[in-house]
């Protein structure tokens, strides 16, 4: 197949101009219509005092959102039992990221941050059951879930996904997005580094992870024992991903199948946290594996 390269050089001069700026107009135009859509969330001023305002892209198709960061976010807002709103929209914190909350005029972005604001703001302590011991066990659960597993998730998500007509059809993306994110999600991962591992290497990485969790787990009712804690949140947001939504991915029944303790710790932690979950997603709940 003739390259890129090769088809523009062949191209004659005014061939090649016209090639360059349809690039770039198609490329300003784009970013324009991105832009439009990251603004077009609901600019409110008169957000309630003392409630927290949610910022999360919109509601997800099995799972409550598409981030496994805003899952965590509003699953520790309910369990915490501090009151919010949600604001669905694409604008990002003064971070860049999604999602990120608003306390009395305050901006915060981070889910970690946010959480940790919220606790010092508002008195909140989730893990005042845990020893030091069990706390530092629980971050480094954390961490493996947030800044390792994630990673190959989205790696998996994004790049190795096997039907990506899930996405697009979900998301009404069209391919030029999908492109967008892709290149994204691949220069991101490739500077944190799991990103030039082979598929086969991350899907290895993926279960070693998962099973962790798993054996950690164990016949426990949440990661720490009885009483769920800070980092439930965490792990059942990015599980949140996996067990419901990891459709088009090939790996559709990955929990359910290989990791049963992990499938009733799913459903045990939207039992208690979201009684509504099914006004909370947009697909009905019923998942039909795309393998
Ligand atoms: N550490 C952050 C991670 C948030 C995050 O990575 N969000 C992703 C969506 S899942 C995002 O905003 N990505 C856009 C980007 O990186 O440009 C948190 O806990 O909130």
């Not at 604008?91 to 941050?113: A, C, F, H």
């Not at 790696?155 to 993306?173: C, G, M, P, Q, V």
């Not at 439930?232 to 290989?258: A, H």
Request: proline share 4%; net charge positive; hydrophobic share 35%.
């Amino acid at each position: 197949m003739e390259s890129f390269l090769e088809t523009f050089r062949n191209l004659d001069t005014s061939q090649k101009i016209l090639y360059v700026f349809g690039g770039a107009a198609v490329t300003a135009v784009s970013l324009v219509a991105i832009r439009k859509l990251t603004l077009k969330e609901e600019k409110r001023k008169d957000y309630p005092r003392d409630t927290v305002i949610l910022h999360q892209i919109g509601r997800g198709p099995y799972a409550p959102s598409m981030t496994p960061f805003a899952v965590k976010l509003e699953t520790y807002l309910r369990m915490a039992r501090i009151p919010y709103q949600n604001v669905h929209g694409m604008r990002p914190s003064p971070k860049g990221k999604v999602p990120w909350i608003e306390y009395n005029g305050q901006p915060m972005g981070d889910s970690t941050l946010c959480i940790q604001f919220l606790n010092q703001k508002l008195g909140v302590d989730l893990n005042k059951h845990l020893s030091p011991a069990d706390k530092g066990v629980a971050q480094a659960m954390q961490v493996m879930t947030e800044e390792h597993l994630y990673w190959l998730l989205a790696l998996i998500r994004w790049i190795y996904s096997r039907d990506a007509s899930f996405i697009l059809e979900t998301f009404k993306f069209t391919k030029f997005i999908l492109w967008m994110i892709r290149r994204n999600v691949k220069k991101q991962t490739w500077n944190q580094g799991l990103g030039r591992h082979t598929e086969e290497e991350i899907v290895e990485m993926m279960n070693k992870d998962i099973q962790s969790l798993s054996d950690f787990i164990g016949r426990k009712r949440f990661l720490m024992g009885d009483e769920p804690g800070e980092a439930d949140c965490s792990v059942f947001g990015m599980l949140s991903q996996t067990y419901w939504q990891f459709n088009g991915s090939g790996y559709e029944n990955l929990i359910k199948d290989n990791y049963p303790n992990l499938a009733a710790y799913c459903e045990r932690m939207k039992d208690a946290f979201w009684p509504d979950w099914d006004q909370c997603i947009t697909h009905g709940g019923t998942r039909e594996a795309t393998k």
